[in-house]
């Protein structure tokens, strides 16, 4: 069996930048990946990424903004060192070659943000994500660290005393699984967009670390809080950055009308997320949509402008709606988009569980709490990517290889077997994934419901059930994507779960969880963390709470959100 120190599961930012840590303090380091390096889900991120690298502006007021925009619900000492970590971090991926878009004199450029009080946020036109994860892959590349491409981990091994001791991953070009021993095990897998019908993320974004992290006794923390995007294209639901309203975009109704002034009147557009979503879906409701959507308009901006900092948005605009943004509004509409929750780590990206690290989106450290700002998760990605790698290396230094048990190995290739002897009649992988997401987004969309959240809870048992029912049309070994969407859909129903229960245990809106029948934030009472932990003895998702960690600054302290 192989072995190395350091197993990453992922090669987005968080993985890559984390991998890079692991090289310069000599460890072995190998990186798992189920797609190519360069299709992780970063490579979409378009509009930029936060820090206060202008002399103007200052790493506490983007401390402070992060906490605000966070509902309160952030922890403050990680939060804090995200921000203070941020302009060298940005400064860093200069120097190693990242493209940044340049204002005259080379400087580089920045643009306005939603919930930010300074124009912050770095970008390159509006492929940030793109020019940031090909500068990570060529260190890498260069370092010649192992990566195990296209194999998906199914499974992290445990030994007696429930500590990691390594992973069970299936080659997807052969279909073999294999064990791999590591003395620490890094889950930088990104989030789960498609636990929902509409949202923005990559077909790839099932969140399975955080599920393989759950099943092997990790709490995650904070799963009912998904933020919704305010500008997801009508019909697919794909990506319009923020960036486009950050450049001076707007949001119009059917009947023409700006109407942000009425919900955010300081920040109109640019107020936080949670905040613009909820103001387009009421439009909607209130009937002043156009099948189902609201429109962003970006025309006074100009041929010019569009075609130079926002070139992608205006062609899939063009390919997917058939609009081109120059000549006419963009049908959007609020859309799923990241995952707040995850795995729970320290400020160092250490898991409750040994051996276990996380980051990136599939860690809740907690620096975005009920709400994040965009250009936020990009920093998040590479200062707690640096961060995590560089503990994880001084980590593993201290360890040997714990007892790695094989029948690990053999209960997932019987579980394998088993989807693929099923005969080839009953319930598709993909009816199911469409019946659970679109619940998801009916019972536990922008606005919630108690009747609605008590309904999303009531369907998880029949999703259970019909799981053990689901066929695969292909059988064959090499490249059985059909196979890997059904493993998928599992993790997807444990995440749902998550979700859904957190969300209807807490009597509060907050951030991104907005519950009809609780209109207000309840600080007295729910200023805290929700875990979710996996019972194997009930089957089922069980939650505890814990406290917000708190650096006792007056500044800090919860005041009402307005932007
Ligand atoms: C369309 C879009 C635009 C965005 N724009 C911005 C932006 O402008 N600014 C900003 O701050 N944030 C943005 N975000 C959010 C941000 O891009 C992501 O949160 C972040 O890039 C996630 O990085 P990551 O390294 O955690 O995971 P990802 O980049 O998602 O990578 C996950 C990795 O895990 C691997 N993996 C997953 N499961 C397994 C498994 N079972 N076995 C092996 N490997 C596995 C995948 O192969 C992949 O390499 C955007 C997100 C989207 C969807």
Redesign the pocket.
Known sequence: MQSHDLII???????MRAALEGVKAGIDVAI????H?LR???????????AAIDPQDSRDSHAYDTVKGADYIGDEDAIELMCQEAPEAILEMDRMGTPFSRIEGGLIAQRAFGGASFNRTCYAADR??QVLLHTLWEQLVKAGVKVYQE????RLVTDRAGAVSGVV?YDIKTGALFGLRGKGVLM????Y?RVFLSN???T???G??MA?ALRAGAPLADMEFVQFHPTGLRTSG??V???ARGEGGYLINALGERFMGKYAPNKLELASRDVVSRAEQTEIIEGRGKNGAIFLDLRHLGAEKILERLPQIRQLSLDLEGVDAIHAPIPVRPTA??SMGGIRTDKLGASPLPGLYA????ACVSVHGANRL??????D?IVF?KITGAHCAASVKKETFRDFDNSAVEAVRANLADLKARPNKGLRPSALHHRMAGAMNLHCGVFRTPEGLDAGVAEIAGWRDDYTRIHLDDHADDFNIDLLRAVELGYLIDLAECILRGAQARPESRGAHSRTDHPNRDDDNWRKHTLSHWDGSLGAVTLSHEPVRTVGKAEYAPKVRTY
């Open positions: 599961i992922g090669a987005g930012l968080a993985g798992v990946t189920k797609i390096p992780s889900h970063s490579c979409a991120a378009q509009g930029g990424i936060n940030t994500g194999c998906s981990v199914m991953a930088a897998t990104g989030g967009g923005t993320n990559a790839t974004n099932t399975d670390g393989l794909i990506l950055t923020e960036g988009h990241y980051a990136g989106e599939a965009g250009g936020n998760s990009l920093l990605t990517g």
